[in-house]
């Protein structure tokens, strides 16, 4: 099966449930923000940008598990901000397991093996020297960490482990160079990729979540699936960038950037994802076939956000996960108030005009889960998804140069780190070629992250006289 038997069976009873009984609108997968505090600061990303002023609040563990059981979805999302640094993470993931929900913790990955060594402090005994010894010498513990794991974990609070549950879904926009550009900072990408193969190795299940933007080269797309594929990972969300009012504005102010050089229109998401069926039989990607039509531009469906409802600290966001219209207290009262009729785009007509380039999963995925829209064939087609044998590992995705940025030394601060070693006139740009040193500015990367660390190192030069500019 594509997808654990017992997963696919959950969801299924919940919607036939729900469809037996009529319920006109219901929720699949809530979106749970108990904090909006994030350690990275992502292009494109409008979260701590739209709550700026509430960073430093964060929802209760009560009120977290109530709306889990309030909205009653089978699976819940925990996402922010970055989730890991919610201060009762665990105290969070186990209530929601024994609510008996689905649990994704969506994390930038920076915090991951953190979490993964308290497991492993955890269960340590003598038996598991052989074992560690094997992860120090794959570099995914240190002596260090090999220390603490022995002293134990004696303070009482549960730790996250392995279920079938339980997946980690780390966010991951490309290849080494391209994500690092993305999350504005280098380094990202190895620490993922680390606590992706430490995960893995203590049986953990983990997917990675990825968004696809303009300057996004779908060679990377499938170079970045063949690698993670050849490391065993369950599973790839990925979704199409959209130029949510937060996320412009920021591009904007704080980059000096133009959004449509960034976000994707429904005509170039078309175009980037017109191989999505495909990847869908070489790997394991999340989401119907239905949605993966409606992506390549095969069909049409109706928004359906109320799905995915979130909840963060200020209650249940209306209309949908980017678009913020309101906050309720109930999410039944935002089932009830919300005229759901004035958004989306229906049969080609624009109901909002902020809705006109959107394909985001979080609006349309469950809209193929709940047949909306529905052709003859669909439920044979999500049928056959789920329960038919899951894409193999790749074979060659251990040949893919996914490490292609800071790790060869041409990050996008390889411009500045050369100019302080030998005066700007001689610093070579590395910054927008892919970390590859030879295609044209742009060409097959996100090129529009932060360079204000790189500047400011260049400007300091051109200050201080080291160069002529």
């Known amino acids: 099966m594509r997808f654990p038997l017992a997963l696919t069976a959950k969801i299924a009873r919940h919607i036939i449930k729900h469809k037996l009984k009529r319920t006109p609108r219901f929720a699949l997968v809530l979106q749970l923000e108990p904090l ?10 409008g979260r701590i940008r739209e709550y700026s002023t509430s960073l ?7 009120d977290c598990l109530a709306a889990a059981e309030e909205c009653d979805a089978p699976m819940v999302s925990v996402c922010g901000g970055e989730p890991l640094i919610y201060p009762k993470i665990e105290e969070l993931v186990a209530g929601l397991l024994e609510q008996g929900r689905i649990v994704y913790i ?8 953190r979490k993964l060594k308290d497991y492993l402090a955890s269960i340590y005994s003598p038996r598991l020297e052989k074992r560690l010894a094997a992860l120090v010498a794959d570099q995914l513990l240190s002596d260090q960490d090999l220390a603490a794991i022995r002293r134990g974990k004696n303070d009482g609070r549960p730790v996250i482990s392995p279920t079938q549950w339980l997946y980690w879904n780390v966010h991951v926009d490309g290849l080494e160079y391209t994500h ?67 996320a412009k504005q920021d591009m904007v102010r704080r980059l000096g950037k133009k959004p449509e050089d960034f976000f994707l229109t429904r005509a170039l998401t078309r175009e980037k994802f017109a191989k999505i ?48 219209d309101g906050h309720y207290a109930r999410y039944q009262d935002m089932l009830d108030q919300v005229d759901w009729n004035r958004y989306g785009v229906v049969n080609g007509v624009v109901r909002d005009p902020r809705c006109e380039n959107c394909m985001v999963h979080c609006g349309y995925d469950p809209s193929g889960a709940l047949g909306t829209n529905y052709q003859p064939g669909d439920h044979w087609k999500n049928f056959k998804y789920n329960f038919w044998p899951r894409p193999a ?38 910054f927008g070629n ?14 529009v992250g932060d360079t204000s660390q790189r500047d400011l190192v260049l400007a300091r030069l051109r200050e201080n006289g080291q160069s002529k500019s």
């Not at 909006?36 to 990303?45: A, D, E, K, Q, S």
């Not at 430093?56 to 009560?62: A, G, H, Q, R, V």
């Not at 041409?410 to 302080?420: R, S």
């Open 180 to 246: 690092d550009l993305i999350v504005e900072r280098e380094g990202v990408f190895k620490e993922c990729v680390a606590a992706i193969r430490l995960a893995k190795r203590l049986g953990f299940q983990v997917a990675t979540n990825t968004t696809v933007y303009k300057e996004t080269d779908v060679r990377e797309l499938e170079q970045m699936f063949e690698f993670f594929s050849s490391l065993e990972v369950d599973g790839h969300t990925i979704s199409p960038g959209y130029d949510y009012d937060a």
């Open 36 to 45: 909006h505090t994030c350690n990275l600061t992502c292009t494109g990303c």
């Open 277 to 324: 069926q495909e990847w869908g039989e070489r790997f394991t990607i999340f989401g119907t076939p239905v949605y993966q039509e409606f992506l390549a531009g095969k069909r049409e469906l109706t928004c359906t956000a109320w799905a995915i409802p979130t909840r963060n600290i200020k209650g249940w966001k209306a209309p949908c996960y980017l678009m913020t």
């Open 56 to 62: 430093k609040d964060m929802m209760s563990l009560e």
């Open 393 to 430: 590992p790749s074979k060659t995705g251990h040949l893919v140069q996914a490490f292609n940025g800071c790790s060869l030394g041409k990050g996008h601060l390889a411009e500045a780190k050369a100019a302080l070693k030998s005066g700007l006139a001689g610093a070579r740009s590395a």
């Open 106 to 113: 969506c994390t930038n990955g920076v915090f991951m093996r």
């Open 434 to 447: 892919n970390g590859h040193g030879d295609a044209k500015p742009g060409a097959g990367t996100c090129g």
